[in-house]
């Protein structure tokens, strides 16, 4: 498969290349590129992810194209974008349908232990930021908190006027899958909470 750039030397680039073997210097370009998009949760820009592989950013931006470019050729379930300045893997339109039948139907499928105790974090302290949540459990939520909101239980709530950091609550379907009208119907957790939370959130706060 062609590529649509061309190296330093001007000439046309294969995407083969960038499937460099790895070295004692680490990674090649293309799998360091797929192993940070594959954890991002937010469109990632060039200039970043040159920053971090220690490359320039040309040839960065040249094999994100390339792997978005063999991605749509091979056909693949997913694809990589460029969206709101920066770069992001994304199911692929036509298989939206299936996706959502999946996250449908794994509804009735037991949620983890993480995923009940984020949910309850999220429940008590909405509106509230992953940062947050992370800072309540103690470990990083970013994975937790997106199946929470694939499964219709936690949303978007716009963001924190002070840091920018997306703010998540819950929905009317977790309402709804617990019987409850309200939230006022939600049972007194403060005994389980930890005593230095607030000192706790206000550290994550300021760091953010």
Partial sequence: MTSDFTSESGEPTEPDELAEPASDDGPGLRASL???LLVADEPVPEVLLAQVLERPRGEVAAGLRALAAEYTADGRGFDLREIAGGWRFYTREDCAPLVERFVRDGQEVRLTQAALETLAVIAYRQPVSRARVSAVRGVNCDGVIRTLVLRGLAEDSGTDPE???IL???????LERLGMASLDELPDLAPFLPEDIEDIEDNEHTRA
């Fill in 34 to 36: 797929e192993a940070i």
């Fill in 163 to 165: 840091t920018g950091a």
């Fill in 168 to 174: 998540y609550r819950t929905t009317g379907y977790f």
